[in-house]
């Protein structure tokens, strides 16, 4: 199956050289997401917790735009400017994760794009 660039209504193409939502082979890959609002460029800079959660509510509109929820994800990558933040992003991941979570790798790194705090990889199956 190739390589296919879903258009999902109300969704804003991605800001630079890439797209929002990829599909092969049965599996949804979604561009790093951040805790934007309603795809304006605010971010949740002084409280983790509502950024990390806007940011998952970013990937539920994705993924709900190609038919998919967040049951259907297989793998996630976050990164975190602040280790600290660690154990709050891992109390929310199991909120929206209560059973059967995905494979995820947690990565430390100095900075993110827009100054946020937390990014999130994700890959969804069919």
Known sequence: MPKTIPAIEGVQPGGGSYSQVVEANGLVFLAGQVGSVGGRPEIYPADF?????????????????VGLGLEDVVRCVCYLTDFSD?????????????????????????????DCKFEVEVTASR
Not at 86 to 111: D, H, K, L, Q, Y
């Open 49 to 65: 917790e509502a950024e990390v959660r806007a940011t998952f509510g970013n990937v539920e509109q994705l993924l709900a735009g």
């Open 86 to 114: 660690f154990a709050e992003m891992e109390r929310i991941f199991r909120e929206i994760f209560p059973t059967n979570p995905p494979v995820r790798a947690t990565v430390g790194v100095a900075s993110l794009a827009r």
